[in-house]
């Protein structure tokens, strides 16, 4: 049933009482409050209404023929088409186990019999006014969610949709963030003699200012004055950019990697990131020692060092953020660096794609459908 235009915004209130002169009386009370009132003899005829109208609000009395108020409530709810009905039952009944009964079968509110117009009107007033701004919590709620949706869509687009075609180094990756736009960012750039640097960034918080920071640092990073093959000027020119950030609670976890197959070695300046798991052939999976700072936008460090590593062929580089081993599941379990290891150790001949694909597989059976508390990224990189 279809309202007119002027009444799509009237609260529609359907009196459901076998007594005539109670009907009466409701109608008198609420005429004139600016409410559509429709009414009903019996609990067969106001499910009939209520699933045609679907009213904003039904008082309801409990004791009817046939069908009483409690029955009509538990289907009322029961339907997803009236489960947002609001119900307030009306009783000469004051037990109250009967009203305890009522409000467990979702009942809002209870009404007892002889009728007070103050109290009535006050109940139904204050109980429209719940569900009005509930509505527009929802509706600012899905709105907001949307554009988090359409932020999270274009923070993608800054991630790398591609790999350098490198024949030194193959690489592969996976990103998920908690919120619809986050903190994470990694990226994997090309540099002349076959070089690649590879960057990895954990902005602290979730969110839109988090996420704006990671784009801010993405059009840094490619920037023309930046020197991809100075790790510690990478992160020494993102403090400089960022210094006015000191001032706020943010901050950034980041590591650089300089890897140059050619050269069998790898350069890496670190400021309070993970460091990068090494698997190796005959070897168990090790965390990388390389020489930090503090996280990015703290402080001025007076240096940033630098670490050399060599590299072998058929060594695999693992780059990951701490929302992989802080993974938690409901019980506030966490994933921890142990299991990442025990997961990579299992087979070293495997791909980039078959180990990231593997990771996030048992990351998922970990978390058990629970979405996850903080961005998370995984990037891998085979020496060839």
């Given at each position: 049933m279809d309202l007119p235009p002027n009444q799509i915004d009237t609260p529609t209130i359907l009196v459901v009482d076998d007594s005539p002169m109670n009907l009466s009386v409701l109608v008198r009370i609420l005429e004139g409050s600016s409410y559509r009132i429709l009414v009903a003899r019996s609990g067969s005829g106001a499910l009939e209404i209520a699933r045609r109208v679907h009213p904003d609000l039904m008082l309801l009395d409990v004791a009817m023929p046939e069908m009483n108020g409690f029955e009509v409530c538990r289907e009322i709810k029961q339907d997803p088409s009236t489960l947002e009905t609001i119900v307030i039952f009306l009783s000469a009944l004051g037990d109250v186990s009967d009203k305890v009964s009522g409000l467990e079968l979702g009942a809002a509110d209870y009404i007892t019999k002889p009728f007070q117009s103050e109290e009535?009107?006050?109940?139904?007033?204050?109980?429209?006014?719940?569900?009005?701004?509930?509505?527009?919590?929802?509706?600012?709620?899905?709105?907001?969610?949307?554009?988090?949706?359409?932020?999270?869509?274009?923070?993608?687009?800054?991630?790398?949709?591609?790999?350098?075609?490198?024949?030194?180094?193959?690489?592969?990756?996976?990103?998920?963030?908690?919120?619809?736009?986050?903190?994470?960012?990694?990226?994997?750039?090309?540099?002349?003699?076959?070089?690649?640097?590879?960057?990895?960034?954990?902005?602290?918080?979730?969110?839109?200012?988090?996420?704006?920071?990671?784009?801010?640092?993405?059009?840094?990073?490619?920037?023309?004055?930046?020197?991809?093959?100075?790790?510690?000027?990478?992160?020494?020119?993102?403090?400089?950019?960022?210094?006015?950030?000191?001032?706020?609670?943010?901050?950034?976890?980041?590591?650089?990697?300089?890897?140059?197959?050619?050269?069998?070695?790898?350069?890496?300046?670190?400021?309070?990131?993970?460091?990068?798991?090494?698997?190796?052939?005959?070897?168990?999976?090790?965390?990388?020692?390389?020489?930090?700072?503090?996280?990015?936008?703290?402080?001025?460090?007076?240096?940033?060092?630098?670490?050399?590593?060599?590299?072998?062929?058929?060594?695999?580089?693992?780059?990951?953020?701490?929302?992989?081993?802080?993974?938690?599941?409901?019980a506030e379990e966490m994933f921890g660096l142990e299991s990442l290891v025990e997961i990579l150790g299992r087979d070293h001949s495997r791909s980039p794609e078959d180990l990231v694909r593997d990771v996030i597989e048992e990351l998922d059976s970990f978390a058990q459908g629970l979405e996850p508390h903080d961005d998370q990224t995984i990037l891998v990189a085979s020496i060839h």
């Open positions: 009535v009107l006050a109940r139904v007033r204050g109980q429209l006014l719940r569900k009005r701004l509930e509505r527009d919590l929802r509706a600012s709620r899905d709105s907001l969610a949307a554009e988090m949706r359409s932020a999270g869509e274009m923070q993608q687009l800054l991630l790398p949709r591609t790999f350098p075609l490198n024949g030194g180094v193959t690489f592969a990756a996976h990103y998920r963030t908690s919120l619809h736009a986050g903190g994470d960012y990694y990226d994997v750039l090309p540099i002349e003699g076959g070089r690649v640097g590879v960057f990895v960034a954990d902005v602290s918080g979730h969110g839109a200012r988090a996420a704006i920071i990671m784009a801010m640092m993405r059009t840094l990073l490619h920037s023309a004055d930046v020197c991809l093959d100075d790790p510690a000027g990478i992160l020494d020119n993102m403090n400089r950019h960022f210094a006015y950030l000191s001032e706020t609670s943010l901050f950034a976890t980041a590591i650089y990697a300089l890897i140059e197959p050619a050269a069998s070695h790898m350069q890496i300046a670190c400021a309070g990131h993970p460091a990068p798991l090494l698997i190796r052939s005959g070897q168990p999976v090790s965390q990388i020692q390389c020489d930090g700072t503090t996280p990015l936008f703290m402080f001025w460090p007076q240096a940033i060092p630098v670490s050399k590593h060599e590299l072998r062929k058929g060594d695999t580089l693992v780059f990951y953020t701490d929302g992989i081993t802080e993974c938690q599941t409901a």
